[in-house]
């Protein structure tokens, strides 16, 4: 890596091979495995990024969340989820 | 390698909810296995017990797979394969396949100094997620004095050979007095390597350590100095190489939250399969330690005296007792405690309102005088 990631709606997530994603029953809830680290996923967050998985564009994503959370506007949607990522991103536990 | 990275290990940023207080169970989230005590390098920082285990006294492969095993049934997430230098066991890829089939993520912290490429690609294989090297200065003279080893352009190949491998890096960097100043080129040498990671650790001081404090003990103004290096280095390298840095105790106002409280998130085993709540917890020479040859992993995690000991709130003293940060650093490193007053009872000496915080003045003080030599760490001069 040499530059920062910015994520656009174009952009493609994924995680990156040190940072694993599974289900932990213990704790019933997503998690991402990273050096050093855990990050306990809540709900809605868990529900993201099973979709980041590098075969939907952040656009997409935000439409198949959009459409089946019909009760918030798609906007809104768009920005907690980008924010989240690029979040994420700035850590180093998302690319694209 | 068991160098001073460990004490983060398993516990989550701020970022992770965390063990919740009210859980009526804790479940720990990362397991450190001290694979062995031996190691080509002899650094004087090493957080290896001064009575070093001897090879005859290591647990075997299948008592390992065993733990691994036993690990994951209690909700670990993690396991950490170190040392003295893990890659010496000849065991090493069995029991990194062990742990990654059962779900476990797996790390190794490593020297560096013996891998090759077809290990490396083996290890990768059998499913390893992160490799760590350490690395004790930029400059290979320096490098080398402090290790006690002949090793950093070996550490560098091992390096550029695990990123080769496609594996993720992390560089640790125990930073003090002698090599403070070359921690711009440190930066640049992680990015340089394509890390992910740049971990600038701190020396802990107990046990070789403390027998090297003076020579490693930074003053107030390097201090300062690295931490706006940091702070700019974070701006600049956002994205692209991700920096851990916490202050030295001796220049904190508050300590830092040991292995995020004792017995909360935290094992460590060491060769002999000893069970402890952080890889220096063996200094408390008054606690009794069960082994993974005799009891059940989740008992010793749930019922030993020594996981017990320190466990919560309830041991603490004032001025803990009552602080709102009691849940929060949970009154600092005890082995510190320990090992600075002699009472193991106490607020840790980093925290400013600690009763014994006058014990820092005099290193604090001596800071930045002449630097002694190093007593190195190997069998004989603990
Ligand atoms: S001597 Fe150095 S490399 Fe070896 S275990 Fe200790 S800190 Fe790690
Ligand atoms: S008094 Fe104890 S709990 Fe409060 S900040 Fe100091 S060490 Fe932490």
Redesign the interface.
Known sequence: MSQRLLLTADSVPRLPRHAKLRFDRARDCWIINAPERVFELDAIAGEVIQLVDGTRTLAVLVDELAAKYDQAPRADIERDVTTMLQNLADKGFVIA | MTDQ?DV??????E????PSGSRSRL?P??VLCELTHRCPLQCPYCSNPLELERASREIDTDTWKSVLSQAVD??I??AHFSGGEPTVRKDLEQLVEHAAKA?L?T?LITSGVLLTRARLDRLRDAGL??V?VSFQDTEAGNADRIAGFRGHAKKQETARMVRAA???L?VNAVMHRQNLHHLEAMIAMA?EL?A??L?VAQVQYYGWALKNRQAFLPTREQLDEATQIVEEARVRL?????I?YVVPDYYARRPKSCMGGWGRQFLNITPAGKVLPCHAAESLDFLEFENVTERPLAWIWEHSSAFNRFRGTDWMPEPCRSCDRREIDWGGCRCQAFALTGDPDTTDPACEFAPHRQVLEMPVGEAGGEIPEFVYRRIGNG
Do not use: C, F, W
Request: net charge negative; no cysteine; aromatic share 6%.
């Open positions: 990275a983060s290990l398993g516990a989550p940023t970022d992770a909810a965390g479940i989230y990362a209690m909700g997430l993690q779900g993520y790390n997620d992160h760590q496609d594996l993720p992390t990015v394509d992910e990671r971990e956002k994205g692209i190489l991700a851990d």
